[in-house]
């Protein structure tokens, strides 16, 4: 059976979750259709999901069109857990992306939409709500041509629209609207034009599924996720308007990727694996560790399996040291994500005592999204996290108090800023004739930092005298660097600059006479990763730094009747 990765997108409460219980329901894989309100989804199953109606944590369904074998990622849609959006969409083969019929496009509609593009991922549009009042079918399409894309295929018409009884009626092939398709097939085009006769209904549908396969055209279907209009036909036509690519051979090499991470109730990490190419079955060894148990997504659940195979999702035991976008095998590099960093972070603190206990919760909650970190402030010693939004920590301090027992308390957000060096600046020590309380470490650094163009991030070069200074010293002083570099000055990150080594210095083992190695007369590696934060910060002292903070783009619509009241407001702000 061939398996298709489906991902359900969409802007917060456009009915994302209500499409995948619908789904579900359709395919007979659960009896009764959950409610978002009521708390009873199958797919929001954290209990913080369900109390506050959203989803944070991807979830994976399954269920069958045919001989296809669809695996259902639920994502979240409010913005502050875009991280988990980019996750599981480097893992799917096509997406299905909601837009409300009420609010039509909106700002992360478009944002999921020009990813989507760039990834050239497969994507058919769900006009959803159109039961609701406010849903009118020419305004929609409007907004979706001017705000989202101009290659549509129109599969269908409303009828009895913003009632009830709203119905998607699809159209037959002469019905279909092709110049969308006449951009990205010649024969559409020729038929056109009239330069050949119409084409057959068939060769209609075939260039249909081509083009909508090669993420050249996006299918829209009209419906409701809470009345069931149009959701069996979209069923019915996932495996005929995107992808179920085969994985090949078992005996293919691995390539597999890691798009999630959870604990489950003894503590353990669970993975969860898209495998590309091959196979992978229990004692399976990567890296030093072993694979000790593996459960496949399959209608209705998951069951225990002793091997899965290319196309299959599964989630694996046994992998301690995996994080989220690794890869496995012959996947290529590591996943780049695509979204930005979060701009802002909190304090966290805990009553005495529970500092430790916070500090192993919070390591278990970043390694499950890698764009969320952990700071650790060492001249206040507080423990930071970077966020997204409000909603984010609301969700990380319900869970510290529901899966670890901390009553965490959040200090105001403010912004995470950056240092940028504004000039060069260049320091150096010396290496002294014996160790002294004045100048304890047997070592001789220097060191140069340059300001970079914006964006460039951070370098590091070692010019100094090659084969002069052991590996294992240039490897002490290039990691304390890039550590260094994490808190400059002013406690913030060193951005936009290179770093360079130019003078290194240092005494070879020695002993006395008839005794074993003197520490204190021979350079260690302590020597250069204690010395080499003084220089640095000596040197960025000689540079200057300026400390600046994240900016953002903002577009804002609003009625034009009201613009005279809206246009004072913000040239207050």
Known sequence: MQSLNLGILAH????????????????????????????????????????????????????????????????????DFIAEVERSVCVLDGVVLVISAVERVQSQTRILMRMLQRLRIPTVLFINKIDLTGAEEAPL????????TSSIVVLGTTRRCATREAEFVPFVPEDVDLSAL????????????????????????????????????YPVIFG????????????ENIPVLLPSPKGGADDDPLAARVFKIERGRAGEKVAYLRLFKGSMAVRDRFDDQTVTAIDAFVPGGTERRPKVVAGEIAKVWGLGGARVGDTIGAMGPRLQWHFAKPTLEAVV?????????????????????????????????DLQVSLYGEVQKEVIAATLASEYGLVAEFHETTPICVERPVQSGEAF?????????????????????????????????DQSQLGYLPAAFR????????????????????????????????????????????????SIGSDFRLLTPLVVMDALRRAGVSVCEPWQHYELEVPADVLN?????????
């Open 565 to 573: 009241v809206v246009l004072p407001v913000l040239a207050r702000l």
């Open 429 to 461: 020590e010396t290496i002294p004739s014996g160790r002294s309380r004045e100048r304890p470490f047997l070592a001789g650094v220097g060191l140069r930092i340059d300001p970079a163009p914006i964006g460039s991030g951070f370098s590091y070069d």
């Open 141 to 148: 399409l409007d907004s979706v041509t001017k705000r989202l």
């Open 12 to 79: 917060v409460d456009a009915g994302k979750t209500s499409l995948t219980e619908r789904l579900l329901f359709s395919a007979g894989v659960i009896g009764e259709i959950g409610n978002v309100d009521k708390g009873t989804t199958h797919t929001d199953t954290l209990d913080l999901e369900r109390q506050r109606g959203i989803t944070i944590k991807s979830a994976v369904a399954s269920f069958a069109v045919g001989d296809v074998s669809v695996n259902l990622i639920d994502t979240p849609g409010h913005p």
């Open 224 to 235: 409701s996720a809470i009345t069931g209009a149009g959701v069996e036909f979209l069923r």
């Open 349 to 381: 603190v805990v009553g005495r005592g529970e500092r430790l206990a916070l500090h192993d919760a919070l390591v278990q909650l970043v390694e499950q999204d890698p764009l969320i970190a952990l700071r650790h402030d060492d001249l206040g010693q």
């Open 475 to 522: 490897t002490a002083i290039s990691e304390t660097v890039a550590q260094t570099m994490r808190q400059g000055l002013f406690g913030w990150e060193v951005t936009d600059c290179s770093v360079t080594l130019t003078y290194s210095r240092y005494w070879p083992r020695q002993s006395h006479a008839h005794q074993g190695f003197s520490k204190a007369m021979s």
């Open 182 to 217: 006449a951009d990205h097939d010649s024969r559409i085009l020729a038929a056109l034009i009239g330069d050949r006769p119409p084409l057959e209904p068939e060769q209609v549908r075939s260039a249909l599924r081509r083009n909508s396969k090669r993420a050249n055209v």
